[in-house]
């Protein structure tokens, strides 16, 4: 017994000493099938013992010990694992080729980008090439209808003007609700900067960017996706990822297009005749219910007959608006060796306004440089120079305004007196128009010039396995010059007596930023996965205007400033602000099913309270993926299924002045003797809106991904609102800025998409359909009259209507039946009520993308439903309320709409339009006669194009060219009476939206273009 167990021992001993020799060192190279770059950081394991593995080096390296029968496993998200026999090998070459399956599917995060498949948060995508060839001026107009819970809208149509983007609802009244936009890292300034009235537009600083250099756009929108970007983070960020080279043969391409465009809508207006028949029928119902004038018609008051043949009849549409031109070119070059890639464009845009006197213009330059100058060292660079010009006419909540001169325009006045010189409206019986628009879009001269330059310098070192730091240096440097001219004759030169007014105004912002983080990446054991990033990040930001205004000059001809007899106004000024922060994120997985995130920023402000400079953003997520449970493997329907539940805390700081919490001081003069005085209370404990975000979510694919749906439902509340309190006067001030209020806004999303067919005809498509409930929970005050039409309210949204109501028409005489609130038996401003809001009920978009042999087709529909619109232009324009002159001269306001045919007209009519009146009796500015639904389905973009075979191509030396023709804007269903739906006259205050008051409207083009490769 004692000699077999011996001997057993012995054999055991000699056996486990041949195997241990037989295990030998094996090294070898990973590089990627895509770039044939060293793949750093790839998991080479033993597949008989997963425990035993190691990680490639910087190179692509890798030594790990196995026997000649052991089977290396070779791992990287976004690649397909591959295995590979050690035999009698001992140096292994690998290539991993990307996944098909996960190819686009990575997105870039804030300070850093992750696979889809192993996201947390709410993060919509939209690639760079669903926008690039839009007739556009900026990227943000071409996000209409793209995303999920992202509202877009074009208050107005005038080339370059500014957009709104709301990313789930309205989170702030007097700080801003716009998402802060980051462009290759940097957070760049995207206010209006310019110091031009022109109504209620503004200028758009993303139309400085040219959309053709974007790669993709990352639209972060819960707490857990922008937690990152902590105290500008609480209105969702907008990240934008410009393109790169990559290794291989240089690539050129060269695009352009050309079009016309012309406006989506004319409004029917009365000719001279119609408008002079309707006066006669207001005269007549006028009498019938009792008025005496002396006169039974218009024509024995002016002298005009409605049947004279001869009648002035001046369309003004056609005086005023035009088919105008839009252009756009751009040739790129991309490429690199091994070490260093590049990507270099230039592009040219110009779009004609289709209004007179408007127009807009870019030249812009780019050159995205990376190295890899060390094994463990890469260094590059961004750089972009941007060129605008602007040419603005005066629109859009202004009196003055060339839109509602237009539409309110006197049929029987012309355009130019015999003499050549403008017709003067107030040598017209003293109708509406406050001006000729013509003269006022030809001769007043408004225009904004624009030189912008982006630009990144960074160092991204590999310490360790695993282990990166980055550093950055950028900077976004504005300067912005504005000249306006108002000429001598003018009326509103006359009507002011200064002979004429020019000014001019420059900006310079120069904002820096300077970044450094670590980026820690490691897999353990094949069940836990650890992605880490710290960094610390500092931003300053300085600002100065100069302006001038002068008044006197000689002639229209001559509109320097330099010709001026005097000048009336100059100042000069400046403002900054700072910003530090320092920041952390850990995404942790376990099995590659369970996935956890937790992000906090910590954010030092110099706009706010000394008490409160630092404020802390922190934000925690999980993710379970669901579908790659063992018991969702038996079946076939669900191939993926991830549940999502996020919740953090972000802020705002954006919207308010940059020395809100300060005490300040302005000059006074006594005597002309100079002196200071107090002009603001300071607050010490001043500081963020702060907003809370819930945010639970489902992904989901069918059929092996050929469906996929992503659905979400979020509650936002934000709290501490900037807003001004009220406070006695006896103190010297009547406001002081503090924390006060509270928004909620709650809602749900949904994208489904997918391949619908995939054989000769292809066809993809892609819905999305969004609600946002946003509620006033909080104020200081409750019911704050906002203006003539607004209130805020508690319960109740943002940008709700305050107006005069009205239950229809008296059948039997025609008049409006007002609702008199507080039954004192006059109708007037006491006597409004809250009547609906400018807030849709659902909006969101379907894209749709056909292809067969050579052709493709795209098919985009936009829509929003429910939302209210005051047509103020209407209740301004459409006033046939008159005063007496002498024996009683009647002044019309204005020409007006044919639908005012369909009005009441005999006893026992139904109708909702009143009976035509001389008097005030149907009238009311601020009423809801007025207040239109301004839902829509608009047909945004049709592009039919042919790709040539690249047999063809190749013939005449290019790599690709394709054709194409484009429809913008081609229909658009709607009920409103408008020109255009969508519309704001202010568009700078969301507690005043959807109002129009002349806004200048959106175009529809034509256009053919063509994409070239070499």
Request: aromatic residues 12%.
């Given at each position: 017994?004692?000699?077999?167990?011996?001997?057993?021992?012995l054999g055991?001993?000699?056996?486990s000493?041949?195997?241990?020799?037989?295990?030998k060192?094996?090294?070898?190279?990973v590089?990627?099938?895509?770039?044939n770059?060293?793949?750093?950081?790839?998991?080479?394991?033993?597949?008989?013992?997963?425990?035993?593995?190691?990680?490639t080096?910087v190179?692509?390296?890798f030594?790990?010990?196995?026997?000649?029968?052991?089977?290396?496993?070779?791992?990287?998200?976004?690649?397909l694992?591959?295995?590979?026999?050690?035999?009698?090998?001992?140096?292994?070459?690998v290539?991993?080729?990307?996944d098909?399956?996960?190819?686009g599917?990575?997105?870039?995060?804030?300070?850093?980008?992750?696979?889809k498949r192993?996201?947390?948060?709410?993060?919509?995508?939209?690639?760079g090439?669903?926008?690039?060839r839009?007739?556009?001026?900026?990227?943000?107009?071409?996000?209409?209808?793209?995303?999920?819970?992202?509202?877009?809208?074009?208050p107005s149509?005038?080339?370059?003007?500014?957009?709104?983007?709301?990313?789930?609802?309205?989170?702030?009244?007097s700080?801003?609700?716009?998402?802060?936009?980051?462009?290759?890292?940097?957070?760049i300034?995207?206010?209006?900067?310019?110091?031009?009235?022109s109504?209620?537009?503004?200028?758009n600083?993303?139309?400085?960017?040219?959309?053709?250099?974007?790669?993709?756009?990352?639209?972060?929108?819960?707490?857990?996706?922008?937690?990152?970007?902590?105290s500008r983070?609480?209105?969702g960020v907008v990240?934008?990822?410009?393109?790169?080279?990559?290794?291989?043969?240089?690539?050129?391409?060269?695009?352009?297009?050309?079009?016309?465009?012309?406006?989506?809508?004319?409004?029917?207006?009365h000719?001279?005749r119609?408008?002079?028949?309707?006066?006669?029928?207001?005269?007549?119902?006028?009498?019938?219910?009792?008025?005496s004038?002396?006169?039974?018609?218009?024509?024995?008051?002016?002298?005009?007959?409605?049947?004279?043949?001869?009648?002035?009849?001046?369309?003004?549409?056609?005086?005023?608006?035009?088919?105008?031109?839009i252009?756009?070119?751009?040739?790129?070059?991309?490429?690199?060796?091994?070490?260093?890639?590049?990507?270099?464009?230039?592009?040219?845009?110009?779009?004609?306004?289709?209004?007179?006197?408007?127009g807009f213009?870019?030249?812009?330059?780019?050159?995205?440089?990376?190295t890899?100058v060390k094994?463990w060292?890469?260094v590059?660079t961004?750089l972009?120079?941007?060129?605008?010009?602007?040419?603005?006419?005066?629109?859009?909540?202004s009196?003055?305004?060339?839109?509602?001169?237009?539409?309110?325009?006197?049929?029987?006045?012309p355009v130019?007196?015999?003499?050549?010189?403008?017709?003067?409206?107030?040598?017209?019986?003293?109708?509406?128009?406050?001006d000729?628009?013509?003269?006022?879009?030809?001769?007043?001269?408004r225009?904004?010039?624009?030189?912008r330059?982006?630009?990144?310098v960074?160092?991204?070192?590999?310490?360790?396995?695993?282990?990166?730091?980055?550093?950055?240096?950028?900077?976004?440097?504005?300067?912005?010059?504005?000249?306006?001219?108002?000429?001598?004759?003018?009326?509103?030169?006359?009507?002011?007596?200064?002979?004429?007014?020019?000014?001019?105004?420059?900006?310079?912002?120069?904002?820096?930023?300077?970044e450094?983080?670590l980026?820690?990446?490691?897999?353990?054991?094949?069940?836990h996965?650890?992605?880490?990033?710290?960094?610390?990040s500092?931003?300053?930001?300085?600002?100065?205007?100069?302006?001038?205004?002068a008044?006197?000059?000689?002639?229209?001809?001559?509109?320097?400033?330099a010709?001026?007899?005097?000048?009336?106004?100059?100042s000069?000024?400046?403002t900054?602000?700072?910003?530090?922060?320092y920041?952390?994120?850990?995404?942790?997985?376990?099995?590659?099913?369970?996935?956890?995130?937790?992000?906090?920023?910590?954010d030092g402000?110099?706009?706010?309270?000394?008490?409160?400079?630092?404020?802390?953003?922190?934000?925690g997520?999980?993710?379970?993926?669901?579908?790659?449970?063992?018991f969702?493997?038996?079946?076939?329907?669900?191939?993926?299924?991830?549940l999502?539940?996020?919740?953090?805390?972000?802020?705002n700081?954006?919207?308010?002045?940059?020395?809100?919490?300060?005490?300040l001081?302005?000059?006074?003069?006594y005597?002309?003797?100079?002196?200071l005085?107090?002009t603001?209370?300071?607050?010490?404990n001043?500081?963020?809106?702060?907003?809370?975000?819930?945010?639970?979510?489902?992904?989901?694919?069918f059929?092996?991904?050929?469906?996929?749906?992503?659905?979400?439902?979020?509650?936002?509340?934000?709290?501490?609102?900037?807003?001004?309190?009220?406070?006695?006067?006896?103190?010297?001030?009547?406001?002081?800025?503090?924390?006060?209020?509270?928004?909620?806004?709650?809602g749900?999303e949904?994208?489904?998409?997918?391949?619908?067919?995939?054989?000769?005809l292809?066809?993809?498509?892609s819905?999305?359909?969004?609600?946002?409930?946003?509620?006033?929970?909080?104020?200081?005050?409750?019911?704050?009259?906002?203006?003539?039409?607004?209130?805020?309210?508690?319960?109740?949204?943002?940008?709700?209507?305050?107006?005069?109501?009205?239950?229809?028409?008296?059948p039997?005489?025609g008049?409006?039946?007002?609702?008199?609130v507080?039954d004192?038996?006059?109708?007037?401003?006491?006597d409004?009520r809250?009547?609906?809001?400018a807030?849709?009920?659902?909006?969101?978009?379907?894209?749709?993308?056909?292809?067969?042999?050579?052709?493709?087709?795209?098919l985009?529909?936009?829509?929003?439903?429910?939302?209210?619109?005051?047509?103020?232009?209407?209740?301004?324009?459409?006033?046939?309320g008159?005063?007496?002159?002498?024996?009683?001269?009647?002044?019309?306001?204005?020409?007006?709409?044919?639908?005012?045919?369909?009005?009441?007209?005999?006893?026992?009519?139904?109708?909702e339009?009143?009976?035509?009146?001389l008097?005030?009796?149907?009238?009311?500015e601020?009423?809801?006669?007025?207040?239109?639904d301004?839902?829509?389905?608009?047909?945004?973009?049709?592009?039919?194009?042919?790709?040539?075979?690249?047999?063809?191509v190749e013939?005449?030396?290019?790599?690709k060219?394709r054709?194409?023709?484009?429809?913008?804007?081609l229909?658009?269903?709607?009920?409103?009476?408008?020109?255009?739906?969508?519309?704001?006259q202010?568009?700078?205050?969301?507690?005043a939206?959807?109002?129009?008051?002349?806004t200048?409207?959106?175009?529809?083009?034509?256009s053919?273009?063509f994409?070239?490769?070499?």
């Amino acid at each position: 017994m004692k000699l077999t167990l011996l001997t057993v021992l012995l054999g055991w001993i000699l056996l486990s000493g041949e195997i241990q020799a037989q295990d030998k060192s094996v090294t070898g190279t990973v590089i990627s099938g895509e770039d044939n770059l060293p793949m750093p950081g790839v998991n080479v394991f033993l597949k008989s013992d997963p425990n035993k593995g190691t990680i490639t080096d910087v190179d692509g390296n890798f030594s790990i010990e196995g026997n000649p029968e052991d089977i290396l496993v070779f791992s990287f998200v976004g690649f397909l694992s591959q295995e590979v026999l050690i035999g009698n090998n001992t140096s292994i070459k690998v290539v991993l080729e990307v996944d098909e399956t996960t190819l686009g599917e990575i997105l870039v995060v804030g300070y850093g980008t992750t696979n889809k498949r192993d996201l947390t948060g709410s993060v919509g995508s939209v690639k760079g090439e669903e926008i690039a060839r839009l007739p556009m001026a900026s990227l943000d107009n071409a996000l209409q209808g793209r995303a999920a819970g992202v509202f877009v809208a074009s208050p107005s149509g005038t080339p370059g003007a500014g957009i709104t983007m709301q990313i789930r609802g309205n989170t702030s009244l007097s700080a801003s609700s716009e998402p802060l936009y980051v462009i290759d890292g940097i957070p760049i300034i995207s206010e209006d900067l310019s110091g031009l009235f022109s109504g209620g537009q503004s200028t758009n600083s993303l139309a400085d960017i040219n959309p053709g250099d974007i790669e993709s756009i990352e639209i972060l929108k819960d707490a857990s996706a922008t937690a990152i970007y902590g105290s500008r983070g609480a209105n969702g960020v907008v990240l934008i990822t410009t393109k790169r080279g990559k290794t291989g043969e240089a690539k050129i391409e060269i695009n352009g297009l050309y079009g016309v465009q012309s406006i989506t809508n004319e409004i029917e207006m009365h000719s001279s005749r119609e408008y002079l028949e309707l006066m006669n029928d207001a005269i007549r119902q006028d009498i019938r219910a009792g008025e005496s004038y002396g006169y039974d018609n218009i024509t024995d008051v002016w002298g005009m007959d409605p049947a004279d043949p001869d009648l002035q009849n001046t369309h003004w549409y056609d005086a005023i608006f035009r088919n105008a031109p839009i252009q756009s070119y751009d040739i790129s070059a991309s490429g690199g060796t091994e070490n260093t890639q590049y990507y270099t464009s230039l592009a040219y845009f110009n779009q004609e306004g289709v209004q007179l006197g408007t127009g807009f213009e870019r030249i812009s330059g780019r050159v995205n440089l990376d190295t890899q100058v060390k094994s463990w060292l890469k260094v590059g660079t961004n750089l972009n120079l941007n060129r605008t010009i602007q040419d603005r006419t005066i629109n859009d909540n202004s009196l003055y305004g060339v839109v509602i001169n237009t539409i309110a325009g006197d049929p029987m006045m012309p355009v130019y007196e015999e003499d050549g010189s403008y017709a003067d409206p107030f040598s017209y019986f003293g109708w509406w128009m406050l001006d000729n628009p013509v003269l006022i879009a030809n001769e007043y001269y408004r225009f904004t010039r624009t030189v912008r330059s982006l630009g990144t310098v960074y160092g991204d070192a590999t310490l360790s396995e695993g282990l990166t730091l980055r550093g950055s240096m950028s900077i976004d440097y504005t300067n912005l010059d504005d000249e306006s001219y108002t000429p001598i004759i003018s009326r509103e030169s006359q009507n002011s007596d200064y002979n004429g007014q020019g000014t001019y105004g420059s900006t310079q912002d120069f904002t820096w930023l300077a970044e450094s983080y670590l980026t820690y990446t490691r897999d353990f054991e094949q069940r836990h996965s650890l992605t880490a990033v710290v960094g610390l990040s500092y931003q300053e930001s300085n600002r100065k205007f100069a302006d001038i205004t002068a008044q006197g000059y000689p002639n229209d001809q001559f509109t320097n400033l330099a010709v001026a007899s005097r000048v009336t106004a100059g100042s000069t000024n400046g403002t900054n602000w700072g910003l530090a922060s320092y920041f952390a994120r850990v995404n942790y997985s376990y099995l590659y099913k369970y996935l956890f995130t937790f992000t906090g920023r910590a954010d030092g402000s110099s706009r706010f309270g000394e008490n409160f400079r630092f404020g802390f953003f922190p934000s925690g997520s999980f993710a379970w993926r669901m579908g790659d449970e063992e018991f969702m493997q038996s079946q076939d329907l669900i191939s993926d299924l991830k549940l999502r539940v996020s919740y953090g805390i972000t802020g705002n700081q954006d919207g308010i002045g940059d020395f809100a919490s300060r005490g300040l001081f302005g000059v006074a003069a006594y005597r002309q003797t100079p002196g200071l005085v107090p002009t603001q209370l300071s607050n010490s404990n001043l500081s963020w809106e702060t907003t809370a975000q819930f945010d639970f979510g489902v992904d989901m694919g069918f059929w092996g991904d050929r469906i996929m749906l992503s659905a979400d439902y979020f509650i936002k509340t934000t709290d501490d609102l900037l807003l001004n309190r009220l406070i006695p006067g006896i103190a010297g001030f009547t406001t002081v800025t503090e924390n006060i209020g509270k928004i909620e806004n709650r809602g749900f999303e949904l994208t489904l998409g997918g391949v619908v067919l995939d054989g000769p005809l292809g066809w993809n498509s892609s819905f999305n359909i969004s609600q946002v409930r946003n509620k006033v929970l909080e104020l200081e005050v409750d019911d704050q009259i906002v203006n003539d039409s607004h209130i805020l309210s508690e319960g109740h949204p943002i940008g709700t209507f305050y107006l005069i109501d009205h239950e229809g028409v008296d059948p039997q005489t025609g008049n409006m039946k007002w609702v008199d609130v507080n039954d004192d038996g006059a109708i007037n401003s006491a006597d409004r009520r809250i009547v609906g809001n400018a807030q849709p009920d659902f909006f969101g978009g379907w894209n749709n993308n056909l292809s067969y042999k050579g052709f493709d087709l795209g098919l985009f529909f936009q829509f929003v439903v429910g939302n209210k619109i005051f047509n103020h232009s209407r209740a301004s324009y459409e006033n046939l309320g008159w005063s007496r002159i002498g024996t009683g001269f009647p002044l019309p306001d204005g020409n007006n709409h044919k639908l005012v045919d369909e009005r009441w007209m005999e006893p026992g009519d139904q109708a909702e339009i009143p009976r035509a009146s001389l008097s005030s009796v149907n009238w009311r500015e601020f009423s809801t006669r007025w207040l239109e639904d301004g839902s829509f389905l608009r047909l945004k973009t049709v592009t039919l194009g042919y790709n040539f075979s690249p047999e063809m191509v190749e013939k005449i030396g290019l790599s690709k060219f394709r054709v194409y023709i484009q429809g913008q804007n081609l229909l658009t269903f709607t009920g409103y009476t408008g020109l255009d739906p969508e519309v704001n006259q202010d568009s700078r205050n969301p507690q005043a939206a959807g109002a129009d008051f002349g806004t200048y409207p959106q175009t529809k083009s034509f256009s053919i273009g063509f994409n070239i490769g070499l």
